[in-house]
């Protein structure tokens, strides 16, 4: 089997270079349409990606609505999209922490920040307010230092963890352990380093960041102790009645307005329908809500469900998936009549070859392994014009196309449906081709 396997191999390269025009030309329409359909699928398999493989499928951000005033919808400009990103008023967050329900809690809320270092460095930084258990629950890889403990969070210490990138350019050496930054001209002594953290999907704080992979904080620090240096929350989900009216979009109460995410982290089925039902019963207290017209609502989602409810993948981006697909169907259309017509032209050929004791399975093999030939050259031409399409797709600014990028799995998926398409362009034509009858050819010949 073998040695007739290279004998078609060998048939298949010497069929390459006849009608070497057809041949460039189905190479090029192969190309051309796995180029196209490639770079979508690229982009698709980014958006649903999991963010944190291994951590994500324990974490799930819990919401109640206590928010004592009429219900309201946030949309965009255009009316297509409305915003909610289940945020909680910070006492609500401070009765579930202590009520230890989960097996890790946190909350988190991105704030926009100078940060001052050494001889007058200073950069505009995204501050990420949260607890010490943000940075082990969401992975966040510490290269030098620690955490804030669970008594430094109580006692609103001002510490911080910076990362490598922001430790260079605040001091010139990502050894900042022990240094000093200063955040709205209030000092936080670094007690930590981290690398770069940027999961992909970016998955929270979605009111300040999109689904960028570019989107990251470069500092954390404890919440209260961020409130305590007037680092204030810019953006709420609502606020009770009772809020001073003169509160803005930038200036937000952080008692009575809804501005922290809150995550947990559950390991089994069974902590998660507990702690859905302990949410229910937290919801079902709120009775001051009906006389806003509301009725007790809880929320417990994944980190998938939590995607799909912000529409991590939006409608375009699946249409163009499906145009994309489309297209390399009309792609592989044309390659197998190209195929077809080919493979044909060698019928006095085929014919002698069958005369001389040639099966019908060996013609067909020889004919498919050409063709699995020319989409694998298509595949080879294609790997440079996807590259094209995912830079051309980085330069549209919407928030997540700086995701469209080819990694390994990708990668390996072009050559895979390199393959396929040969498979799949070649049978008919090597079918038909493997079906000519001997000595109809040799007497036309």
């Known amino acids: 089997m073998s040695r007739m396997f290279a004998y078609s191999v060998e048939l298949a390269l010497h069929g390459l270079r006849r009608f070497p025009k057809t041949t460039a030309l189905a190479v090029m329409t192969v190309a051309i349409g796995m180029a196209a359909s490639v770079t979508t699928l690229a982009l698709l398999h980014m958006l649903s990606a999991d963010p944190l493989p291994g951590l994500s499928r324990h974490l799930y951000i819990a919401w109640v609505d206590t928010v004592q005033a009429k219900p309201q919808n946030y949309t965009s400009l255009d009316g297509a999209t409305t915003y909610d990103f289940k ?16 097996v890790e809690q946190t909350v988190a809320a991105d704030i926009w920040k100078r940060v001052d270092g050494d001889a007058g460095r200073h950069f ?5 307010a949260t607890t010490g258990d943000f940075i082990p629950m969401f992975g966040v890889a510490l290269r030098d230092g620690r955490t804030w403990t669970a008594q430094e969070d ?20 990502a050894g900042a352990v022990g240094r000093v930054v200063r955040i709205n001209n209030h ?8 690398q770069p953290y940027a999961p992909q999907p970016h998955f929270y704080g979605l009111n300040e960041w999109s689904f960028s992979g570019s989107s990251r904080e470069s500092v954390f620090v404890p919440y209260r102790a961020a409130l305590d240096a007037g680092i204030a929350p810019t953006g ?5 009645d009772a809020t001073d009216k003169n509160m803005t979009m930038l200036h937000v109460d952080p008692v009575h307005c809804a501005w922290l995410e809150y995550w947990v982290q559950l390991d089994t089925p069974q902590e998660v329908a507990a702690y859905r039902s302990y949410l229910d019963r937290y919801a079902q207290q709120q009775a001051s809500l ?9 929320q417990l989602l994944s980190v998938r469900e939590w995607l799909m409810l912000q529409n991590v993948i939006p409608d375009n981006v699946r249409l163009n998936a499906w145009l994309a697909g489309s297209f390399l169907m009309l792609c ?8 077809a017509a080919k493979f044909m032209r060698r019928g006095t050929e085929v014919g002698i070859r069958r005369a001389l004791g040639a099966s019908r399975r060996s013609v067909m093999l020889q004919h498919l392994v050409e063709a699995g030939l020319i989409c694998l050259l298509g595949g080879v031409l294609a790997w440079p014009l996807t590259l094209l399409g995912l830079a051309l797709l980085r330069m549209q600014d919407q928030g997540f196309t700086d995701l469209a990028r080819l990694d390994v799995t990708m990668f390996a998926s072009l050559f895979a449906l390199a393959l396929l398409v040969g ?13 000519i009858q001997p000595g109809l050819q040799i007497k036309s010949a």
């Not at 505009?124 to 990420?128: G, I, R």
């Not at 592989?332 to 195929?339: C, K, Q, S, Y």
């Not at 070649?426 to 079906?435: A, F, I």
Request: glycine share 8%; hydrophobic share 45%.
């Open 87 to 102: 945020r909680l008023k910070m006492p609500d967050t401070e009765v579930l922490m202590a009520a230890h329900k989960a």
């Open 154 to 173: 109580q006692a609103h210490a001002p510490v911080a963890v910076i990362d490598t990138e922001l430790a260079q350019k605040l001091f010139g050496t």
């Open 290 to 298: 009906s006389s806003y017209g509301k009725k007790p609502q809880s």
């Open 236 to 240: 709420t989900d609502g606020c009770d």
């Open 187 to 194: 000092a936080f002594r670094v007690i930590g380093v981290s």
């Open 124 to 128: 505009d930084e995204a501050v990420l």
């Open 423 to 435: 498979l799949l362009v070649g049978l008919l034509p090597s079918w038909r081709v493997s079906r």
């Open 332 to 339: 592989m259309m044309n390659v197998a009549g190209l195929l």
